[in-house]
């Protein structure tokens, strides 16, 4: 079981928009920064967004996010067909524990 | 850009201990890396922090795994290892070394490829 909760599996067709939502506490979300990472099949992870909305160099300006009280998302628009991956937040908890949420599958039909 | 490449031994025998080394290249981890640390992936299954040190020398570590974990780094060979003590089978999976910067507030923005250790007698 996850510390973070994320919904196991997502969907969506080319061009459309898709959020993934990521559920946390007053000790983690509600107080620290939120990571996004995409993991393509077979691959190491890429990180995607850093400090809940910030995009790494590189990163298309499709993907945003954003954090609000205990939760977060990751909003991806323009949906293509490349972005079918595992995508998992992550953030750190007062504990000095870095956490995870279990991944989103995304498939784009 | 940097490049980070683990190695050690494939499998590990139960009740031994879990040994790997990352060596990072394209640049020096004095100047570049915010912390560095070790994430794990089961097969099948979803990412586990193991643990981190930052450039301050301060070192944190996954609860779950902190009586049997160890993570070092040498900055002057651009090298940083994991240990992991008494291993079992639910140790299997594929470890990734991690290096965050300051420019992305220490969130893991290079991975090595990651290297499977399987726990098996």
């Known amino acids: 079981q996850s510390v973070l909760t994320q919904p196991p599996s997502a969907s969506g067709t080319p061009g459309q928009r898709v959020t993934i939502s990521c559920s946390g506490s007053?000790?983690?979300?509600?107080?620290?920064?939120v990571n996004w990472y995409q993991q393509v099949s077979g691959t190491a992870p890429k990180l995607l967004i850093y400090s809940s909305d910030k995009r790494p160099s590189g990163v298309p300006d499709r993907f945003s996010g954003s954090k609000s009280a205990t939760s977060a998302s990751l909003a991806i628009s323009g949906l293509q067909s490349e972005d079918e991956a595992d995508y998992y937040c992550?953030?750190?908890?007062?504990?000095?524990?870095?956490?995870f949420g279990g991944g989103t599958k995304l498939t784009v039909l | 850009q940097l490049q980070l490449q683990e190695s050690g031994p494939g499998l590990v025998k139960p009740s031994e201990t879990l040994s790997l080394t990352c060596t990072v290249s394209g640049g020096s981890m004095n100047r570049s890396a915010y912390n560095w640390g070790w994430i794990r992936q089961p097969p099948g299954k979803g990412l586990e922090w193991i643990g981190s040190i930052y450039y301050s020398g301060s070192t944190y570590y996954n609860p779950s795994l902190k009586s049997r974990v160890s993570i070092s780094g040498d900055t002057s060979k651009n090298q940083f290892s994991l240990k992991l003590n008494s291993v079992t089978a639910a140790d299997t999976a594929v470890y990734y070394c991690?290096?965050?910067?300051?420019?992305?507030?220490?969130?893991?923005?290079?991975w090595g490829q990651g290297t499977l250790v399987t726990v098996s007698s």
């Open positions: 991690v290096i965050g910067r300051e420019y992305t507030y220490g969130a893991s923005d290079y």
């Open positions: 992550s953030t750190w908890d007062n504990s000095l524990e870095l956490v």
């Open positions: 007053r000790s983690n979300v509600g107080s620290n920064t």
